[in-house]
């Protein structure tokens, strides 16, 4: 359990309503630096599954730490490796930076105080990592341990924050990580016909789900934008390959209807995509296993006409394999 006084501390950081004077401008100039496209994209680390900014952590943490080994263990004929090492922690914390502030720049409230305060963090120990490197090179090598350490200390506070940010407030963290969808068929009965591109949004067992007729054919993938928790069904529908993709209106991520997936960032995880089939004028969902996938038929209608809910067990609206006929589900506004 952290020390109290240290969770006072983050929770202080976090409300301190004054840091928005330089957290707003600042996260302002990062999305004019960086918006939507290529670059941000590779920055996100959307071409890899998962954020690209814990991957590059991983590289100044480890050139300073071997660095300040070698400083204390390697006697004069570690020197200069450790002077070598101190500097390749400089330069790898570029594009680590780089990749830290287009996460960042997407984030609001709270979040983006604490991720200011973990930057600045980050910031003092480059800037001592710097000086000691150039202390060492003017051969003044006992300053240049201290500032070292020093640095270290600052680098280790600001990845506190980070894993606060991470661990605690779920920051960047997939928002459909924890959800747990049924594994068999749900049934869901809608209150008006389904109209060509028009999104309407279900609820099958903790998941909201965007569902939409597109050229005759059904879609259904998850209506939370993995990235920040958007709703998709707000956002504009097209564009993507045969312009088939839902563009969250938040941060601008799009995702196949066909399949979930990412076509562009700043999200990196996919969407949940569901299984659709029809019996008579209602809609069944599954959600789509990625380990195991199953083949189903695309469900395809022009029009359902609205039936009468019948709820099943426990609140919940499934439909066994053996029922010939779905239960219904939930339509929200």
């Known amino acids: 359990m952290a020390p109290r006084a240290l969770e006072q501390l983050i929770d202080g950081i976090a409300h301190a309503d004054w840091l928005d004077k330089v957290a707003g401008p600042v996260s302002d100039k990062v999305t004019q630096v960086v918006p939507k496209g290529a670059v941000k994209d590779l920055l996100s680390g959307t071409f890899m599954g998962h954020p690209l900014h814990p991957v590059l952590t991983d590289l100044p943490i480890g050139f300073w730490t071997s660095a300040m080994a070698i400083d204390f263990l390697g006697g004069r004929r570690g020197q200069k490796a450790a002077d070598r090492l101190v500097a390749l922690g400089v330069l790898s914390a570029l594009p680590t930076a780089a990749t830290g502030l287009a996460d960042w720049s997407d984030t609001i409230g709270e979040d983006r105080r604490l991720g200011l305060a973990h930057a600045a963090g980050n910031v003092v120990a480059v800037g001592l990592f710097g000086w000691s490197w150039v202390a060492r090179k003017r051969g003044r090598r006992a300053k240049g341990v201290t500032l070292g350490v020093l640095g270290a200390t600052a680098a280790t506070a600001g990845a506190y924050l980070g894993g606060h940010l991470v661990w605690r407030k779920g920051v960047n963290v997939a928002r459909h990580a924890w959800d747990h969808a049924p594994d068999d068929w749900v049934g869901v009965t809608l209150e008006s016909p389904l109209e060509d591109g028009v999104p309407i949004v279900v609820t099958v067992g903790d998941d909201s789900v965007l569902v939409m007729l597109r ?8 209506d939370v934008c993995s990235h920040m928790g958007g709703p998709l069904h707000e ?50 969902l599954r959600r789509r296993s990625t380990v195991a996938p199953t083949t189903v038929a695309p469900a395809t209608a022009a029009t359902l006409a609205p039936e009468t809910a019948t709820p099943g067990a426990n609140g919940q609206d499934s439909w066994p394999s053996s029922s010939s006929t779905p239960p219904t589900g939930t339509l929200q506004e």
């Open 215 to 222: 050229g005759g054919t059904i879609h259904a993938i998850s």
């Open 235 to 284: 956002g504009e529908v097209g564009g993507g390959p045969g312009g088939g993709c839902v563009t969250c209106p938040w941060h601008a991520s799009a995702f196949s209807l066909d399949d979930g997936g990412v076509v562009h960032g700043p999200a990196t995880a996919p969407q949940p995509a569901y299984d659709v089939r029809l019996e008579g004028d209602r809609l069944a």
